[in-house]
Every structure is written in structure tokens, then in C-alpha cells.
């Protein structure tokens, strides 16, 4: 895998910006504040952050980003998303204003709000079979996913309590998301997970390009 220290950019037009900017931070990424066009170009991983999901979708299409947005996660730009995160990575959502857009990406359909109001936030152990065992995950005003395709890996659900066994986290492809807020503790391992992300499709991106250069030699008249 490559050591490269690549850009990874969080969303920043509302939500925990700077606690995710701190955390890729300290997983050797270069973070970068994302709030235009050109910002997202250039980056290559993209972190969009929790929040109120509502408010970042409207923000995004004023700020001429939303399709932007849609067209680098279809292109496959690695991308992870937190709570209101989950929620616009979303092909389908529940309970949700009929006009609400999402940036799409993930095959599921997430339920917003699921876990209750603010009042309601809580704390659970999530295995996501990292290692070092279970992960403590903070709950806020979060959604969960109601029904994942065929094609998304199931990487955690609740243990215990009323919402036992509901997925919070899920992957499909180079796309991760999770209902719960992992910037919020000092545990990295959900934000080493999506770096490691980045960096594999960069090298994959990278040995695709050489492979293209020496094909393109090979073809070559003497």
C-alpha cells in the first residue's frame, strides 16, 4: 500500500468540521476544509460530517457543490460519512421532508432520526471487527440503516438495549459510513479505516496509470 500522505477533505458548510480535520490529521492524512468546486477536485478522500442533514443539502446546492458532489462519489472518490453524513450518502431515506436531496452513493435505506431526539443521544459498544475489539460509539439524534442492498457490507450494528442488532455501519466500495459520531472520541480506528481506504485506491489509481504508460510504450512503432 502506498505511504503517500493523501488529502482528505471534510465537507465544511456545517457539522463537526474541525473535530474530523483533527482526527485525519492524526492518521497521516493531509485534512482540508471542502466548501467549493474546486477544493473538491483536488482532493482524495472527501469526509462529510455530522450535523443537520437538511440544512448541509440545501448549503451544498447553494454553494453549487451538490452535483459536484454526486459526480466525484459516482466516479469513485472515497468518501465517509457520519450521522447527517450516513444520511446524504444515502440512496433512500425515511422520515425525511419529501423535497430532501442526498449526494447518494450507498445502496440503503436509512431511517433519519431513527434513535430519537437530541435528549435521546446515548452511548453503545459497535463491533466493527477492528482490531482492538469493540469501539464506544456516541449517539446523536442518529439515524440507522433500515435495509442495505446486496452489494453493502454490513460492518457494525448496535449490542444491547432497545435497538439491538440495527446496522450503524456500513461499506460499499470505497464508500463507509456510520450513524455514530467517531470524531467525537479518542478512538481513530473508524477514521484509520477510511485513510487506509484512500490510500489503497490511490495506489490502485497509480499502478492503473503506470500500467497505461508501459502499455502505451509497448504500442509504439520502433
Not at 479518542?186 to 497509480?206: N, P, Q, T
Request: charged letters at 25%; proline letters at 5%; one cysteine or more.
Amino acid at each position: 500500500m502506498s505511504t503517500a500522505r493523501p488529502v482528505v477533505g471534510v465537507l465544511a458548510l456545517q457539522g463537526d468540521v474541525r473535530e474530523h480535520l483533527a482526527a485525519l490529521r492524526e492518521q497521516g492524512a493531509e485534512p482540508v476544509a471542502v466548501r467549493r468546486p474546486e477544493e473538491l477536485a483536488a482532493v482524495d478522500g472527501l469526509v462529510l460530517p455530522g450535523g443537520e442533514s437538511t440544512t448541509i443539502v440545501k448549503l451544498a446546492a447553494r454553494f453549487a457543490l451538490l452535483e459536484p458532489l454526486r459526480a466525484a462519489v459516482r466516479g469513485g472518490l472515497p468518501a465517509y460519512g457520519s450521522c447527517a453524513g450516513m444520511i446524504l450518502l444515502a440512496d433512500r431515506i425515511l422520515d425525511a421532508p419529501p423535497d430532501q436531496e442526498t449526494v447518494g452513493g450507498l445502496d440503503v435505506t436509512v431511517r433519519r432520526n431513527a434513535f430519537g431526539r437530541q435528549v435521546d443521544s446515548f452511548e453503545s459498544e459497535v463491533g466493527l471487527g477492528l482490531d482492538g475489539g469493540p469501539l464506544r460509539a456516541v449517539f446523536i439524534r442518529a439515524p440507522w440503516v433500515e435495509e442495505a442492498g446486496a452489494g453493502v457490507e454490513v460492518l457494525g450494528r448496535v449490542v444491547g438495549g432497545a435497538a439491538d442488532g440495527r446496522i450503524v455501519a456500513v461499506r460499499q466500495g470505497n464508500v463507509v459510513a456510520t450513524s455514530f459520531h467517531p470524531e467525537l472520541t479518542g478512538d481513530r480506528r473508524v477514521h484509520e479505516l477510511f485513510v487506509d481506504i484512500v490510500r489503497r485506491h490511490l495506489a490502485e489509481r497509480a499502478g492503473c496509470a503506470h500500467s497505461g504508460a508501459a502499455g502505451d510504450e509497448r504500442g509504439q512503432s520502433p
